[in-house]
Every structure is written in structure tokens, then in C-alpha cells.
């Protein structure tokens, strides 16, 4: 059982020859989906096969509608505050080069108060995992893993986006941490006064990113995804899963790669399902899966709907 806190935005993707400049009007392709990374997060763990409960907070509109019908078809056991605001929505422009521009309006995300997470807390208390991002109030956030740390549920935070407000009582309440590059980047100048650029954290030797990774989480475990170079996993010395040194890098499995929004979601959902389903099993174990599963889901367009189904992940994969 895997319970998922967070955001759900309904994205409007508008694809031209070039990205609008300030005065312009282009014309387009247009498509809309589900997104927002709470949703794609929730999707990929229960397609990655875990029972997924998703926290989130809905307008009462066509957009909130979409997402509930939406949660329905894939099984997710949806808890919706209702908000007056609007559902949250995602303006996308994309150019021929893939290249884009994103407008976020948080909408009723920004509304998901702690009151209504503490009313979810059997769930959570229920749950082997809870999974969370930061394109919720950060208060609210931090409700949620401190009532799963009160029941003994693994609490996995997913620091995004990378201009969120990560404080120290929010790693203090995390068992795992998952940044990318760019999240880590921005956690490293914030809490270790560190000026390291993301696009140089891949090339980092592994025991200086094991010590950068100890600083900023002590006790806990952390995993830097790094797109297309895998991840690097980092244990405290403590809970040493079965690993000799404490930290390890996983290689990206090799794909055809033709979208990788939502990559991270992806590997975040898999890892929290594979935790969910297989407590026994070793940590490196569930990194793997996690990594086989975002790489397939770069092979098809979109967020939440290129999330693959598990089957799609042991056929691909099958050693
Ligand atoms: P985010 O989407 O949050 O920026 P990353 O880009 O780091 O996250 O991707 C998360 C994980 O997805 C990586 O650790 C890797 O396992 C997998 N992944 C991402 N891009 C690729 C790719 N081009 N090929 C194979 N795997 C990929």
C-alpha cells in the first residue's frame, strides 16, 4: 500500500514551430492531459502494481471531474479535499526541438491544508509508504510524513520542483530523499552553503557525493537521479541495507528515449510501489526496478498517461 500526497494539474500542451516570444501569436497543435507530479506519481505506482492512494485537492470544475473519473479508471483510491479555487493547470508550450515553456497555476493545490491530511491519517497509518513532493503547501507536506513517521510508514520525499523550500523539519521527517540533479543542486547551496551546478553533480567522484549526501540527510537514504547517467544511492552508515560501502552507482538502462517529463515521477512511484510490495527485499533491488521502470516510461509522450504497466516493465526487462 503505497499513499501519495501532492499536486494534480490538468496541463494544456500547445506545440508550434517555435516557443511564443512576449507580443506573439502563433498557432498550433493543442492536446490536454492529466499531470502535475502528485498524479504522476500516484499513476506510476499503482501501474508499477501497488495499491495507491492519492491525497490531493480538486476544484469543482471539468478539470477536478476529469481527475476523479481519470483516478476510477486506474484504480487509485482518491481522497480529494475540495477547494473553491480552480483544479491546478499546466500551460506547456513546446517547440519542434522538444524545447518548452511552463506556466504553473497551482490553483486548489496551494489550498491541500494540513486539517485535511490529518483527517486522512488512518490511510497514511495503514500505508508501507507515503510519498510526497513539494508542489503542495510545504506545511502540508510535513503534516503528512510526520503522521506516517508516527505509524512506522517509510516516508519518501521526492524534493520537487527545485525552487521549493526544503527546511531542515521537512529532511528531518524524510527516511528517503530523491532528488535530480538540479534538486539536489539547490538543497546542497541552501543547507551545506555548497555552490555545486547540477549538470556537474554526475561527474562528481562517488565518496565525495556519499559525503555531500550524509550532510544534507544523516540518518536516512538518499538517491540522486541523474536522467540519462542512472542514479548514485547513498545509506547512512546505520542502515546499511546489505550494501558494502554505504553507496552505489545504478546505470540508466538502455531505451529510445523520445520524452523524459516525468521521468522522475515515474522512478518515484516504481520505487515506493517496489518498497511497498517487497519490505524483504534489498534497497538496491527497488532502485533497479524504479530505474527500469522511469526508462521505459521515456519511450512514450506525456506524464502520468506514458506511466507503463508492469507487465510492459517484466517483458522489457526479463532477466
Ligand atoms: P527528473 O525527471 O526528475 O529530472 P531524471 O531525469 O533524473 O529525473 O530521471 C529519473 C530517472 O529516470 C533516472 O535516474 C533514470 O533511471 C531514468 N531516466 C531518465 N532519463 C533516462 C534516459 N534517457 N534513459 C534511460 N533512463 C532514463
Known amino acids: 500500500q503505497v499513499v501519495v500526497v501532492g499536486s494534480l494539474n490538468v496541463d494544456h500542451v500547445w506545440t508550434a514551430a517555435s516557443l511564443p516570444h512576449a507580443g506573439q501569436t502563433l498557432s498550433g497543435e493543442y492536446t490536454t492531459s492529466l499531470g502535475g507530479k502528485g498524479f504522476n506519481q500516484a499513476v506510476a505506482a499503482r501501474r508499477a502494481g501497488a495499491a495507491s492512494t492519492f491525497i490531493c485537492a480538486l476544484g469543482d470544475d471539468a478539470g477536478g471531474?476529469?481527475?476523479?473519473?481519470?483516478?476510477?479508471?486506474?484504480?487509485?483510491?482518491?481522497?480529494?479535499?475540495?477547494?473553491?479555487?480552480?483544479?491546478?493547470?499546466?500551460?506547456?508550450?513546446?517547440?519542434?526541438?522538444?524545447?518548452?515553456?511552463i506556466v504553473i497555476g497551482a490553483g486548489a493545490n496551494a489550498d491541500l491544508s494540513a486539517s485535511f491530511v490529518d483527517g486522512q491519517r488512518a490511510a497514511i497509518a495503514a500505508a508501507d509508504i507515503l510519498l510526497a513532493q513539494l508542489e503542495s503547501p510545504a506545511e502540508t507536506i510535513l503534516a503528512a510524513l510526520r503522521h506516517a513517521r508516527h505509524a512506522a510508514t517509510t516516508t519518501l520525499l521526492n524534493p520537487a520542483p527545485a525552487d521549493a523550500v526544503v527546511d531542515a523539519e521537512l529532511l528531518a521527517a524524510t527516511d528517503i530523499l530523491t532528488p535530480n540533479e538540479t534538486e539536489f543542486s539547490a538543497l546542497l547551496a541552501c543547507h551545506l552553503g555548497q555552490r555545486i551546478h547540477g549538470d556537474a553533480i554526475a561527474t562528481l567522484d562517488p565518496e565525495t557525493l556519499h559525503g555531500l549526501c550524509r550532510g544534507l540527510l544523516p540518518a536516512g537514504s538518499m538517491i540522486v537521479t541523474l536522467g540519462a547517467n542512472g542514479c548514485f544511492v547513498s545509506h547512512a552508515s546505520s542502515q546499511l541495507h546489505g550494501d558494502d560501502h554505504g553507496y552505489y552507482r545504478v546505470a540508466a538502462n538502455q531505451v529510445d528515449a523520445i520524452d523524459t517529463t516525468g521521468a522522475g515521477d515515474a522512478f518515484n512511484g516504481a520505487l515506493a510501489a517496489s518498497r511497498a510490495g517487497r519490505r524483504e527485499a534489498e534497497f538496491s533491488t527497488h532502485v533497479r526496478f524504479a530505474s527500469r521502470y522511469a526508462a521505459l516510461s521515456t519511450e512514450s509522450r506525456g506524464a502520468a498517461m506514458s506511466m507503463p504497466a508492469l507487465q510492459d516493465v517484466l517483458d522489457r526487462f526479463n532477466d
Do not use: F, K, M
Open 65 to 101: 471531474q476529469l481527475a476523479r473519473e481519470s483516478a476510477i479508471t486506474d484504480g487509485i483510491d482518491l481522497r480529494a479535499q475540495r477547494s473553491l479555487r480552480p483544479t491546478g493547470t499546466a500551460g506547456i508550450h513546446v517547440d519542434r526541438e522538444g524545447r518548452n515553456c
